[in-house]
């Protein structure tokens, strides 16, 4: 199965018809298709690692969630429970920077030009951005590695 990460932005989560478009699209293409917060993605390595977990969780029936868009959701913010993993990660009213991920056979530019959004992979650059919700000390040099590293070790404490 394939994977595939952008950063996107647009008003999207102002519209409040994310969601309901993001589903006719899953069904369209026949693919899982999940949004992040960019400001707390540590680059494109941190969404494919949690993809491939989270694929690998479905596949071997580990999975802690019913879908794959939340098993993502789970690696993702190296998270148990789905409303800490929201809160940590999920699209809030007013974001206009997003990560997007999507397993399966469509484009990311594909997806992104049906929702009306820019692809903006910049907006997934780890630099400058804050690691303490990850438990990591801010200013600390390498956050992205040890965000990984968190991504992995939750799949162990589950």
Do not use: C, W
């Amino acid at each position: 199965m394939r994977i595939h990460v952008a950063g996107a932005r647009g008003p999207a989560a102002d519209q409040g018809n994310l969601l309901p478009e993001v589903a006719l699209l899953e069904k369209r293409h026949s693919v899982t298709i999940q949004f992040f917060r960019a400001d707390r993605v540590f680059g494109a390595e941190h969404l494919v690692s949690a993809a491939e977990k989270a694929v690998r969780a479905m596949d071997n029936g580990t999975n802690m969630a019913r879908t794959l868009g939340m098993e993502m959701l789970l690696y993702v913010a190296a998270e148990r429970q789905t409303s800490e993993a929201l809160r940590k990660l999920g699209i809030f009213p007013g974001a206009e920077q997003m990560a997007l991920v999507i397993v399966g056979n469509v484009s990311a530019d594909s997806v992104l030009e049906e929702l009306g959004l820019e692809r903006d992979d910049s907006v997934l650059d780890p630099a400058g951005k804050d690691p303490s919700v990850f438990g990591i000390p801010a200013g600390t040099e390498n956050a992205p590695d040890l965000v990984l590293e968190r991504v992995a070790v939750s799949e162990v404490f589950r």
